[in-house]
């Protein structure tokens, strides 16, 4: 059975750019959240989809988006990178949410310069 | 908003000694908690996790428990091995809503042979 695929692996952006992120959940997986992991403030919650829907939102500015695709597939976008947006970006699946566990992948290393 | 502490932040231990490693949370409504164990260069993988209705829950070499009245939870992993040796997050999660996770700080386990 497969897992939670990120991609890229690694990316390395410039201040001012914007950058979207991929993810493919668990066959069968409805819920996909996103998490934004620094080593001064560990992991932080982004946002959560459910069924096309984001139905909870973390404290980020706007400049932080996301969405989910009819296949369950997510991406999010970051606008305007700044270089505290440096960070691994970890996105996790769930059948039907925080009560059914979690499943992470990878992550995405962005890096912003 | 719930807050996760954890403690230590690191915890070294000899081969075959036990670990244990303690959280605390400030909802009161939270019921699922889960561990996470995360190695270098991948994410965050669930090794156990509780809900409030349960005291203690055992999987082999690793077990939690949760004490409610207290709002705190620990995971114990005895015979420690080598293998252990990565940075284990605990969490939790409101009970209403569609809240997410929210993690402890992390602690980073070493096993030494």
């Known amino acids: 059975k497969a897992g939670v695929t990120q991609t890229p692996r690694y990316l390395i952006k410039t201040r001012g750019q914007q950058v979207t992120l991929s993810c493919s959940p668990i066959s069968g997986h409805r819920s996909v959240s996103w998490y934004q992991q620094t080593p001064g403030q560990g992991l932080q919650f982004l946002f959560e989809?459910?069924?096309?829907?984001?139905?909870n939102k973390g404290n980020f500015p706007g400049r932080f988006s996301g969405r989910q695709f009819s296949n369950s597939r997510s991406e999010m976008n970051v606008s305007t990178l700044e270089l505290g947006d440096s960070a691994l970006y970890l996105c996790?699946?769930?059948?039907?949410?925080?009560?059914?566990?979690?499943?992470f992948g990878s992550g995405t290393r962005l890096t912003v310069v | 908003g719930e807050n996760v502490e954890q403690h230590p932040s690191t915890l070294s231990v000899q081969e075959g000694d036990s670990a244990v490693i303690k959280c605390t949370y400030s909802?009161?409504?939270?019921?699922?908690f889960p561990w996470y164990k995360q190695e270098l260069g991948k994410g965050p993988q669930l090794i156990i996790d509780?809900?409030?209705?349960?005291g203690e829950k055992k999987d082999q070499r690793i077990a939690v428990t949760l004490n409610k009245t207290a709002k705190h939870f620990s995971l114990h992993i005895t015979e420690t091995q080598p293998e252990d040796s990565a940075v284990y997050f605990c969490?939790?999660?409101?009970?209403?809503?569609?809240?997410?996770?929210?993690f402890g700080k992390g602690t980073m386990l070493l096993v030494s042979p």
């Open positions: 909802d009161s409504a939270s019921n699922y």
């Open positions: 996790a699946s769930s059948w039907g949410g925080r009560d059914y566990g979690y499943t």
């Open positions: 989809y459910f069924s096309e829907t984001q139905r």
């Open positions: 509780i809900r409030s209705n349960v």
């Open positions: 969490a939790a999660t409101p009970g209403s809503g569609y809240s997410t996770l929210t």
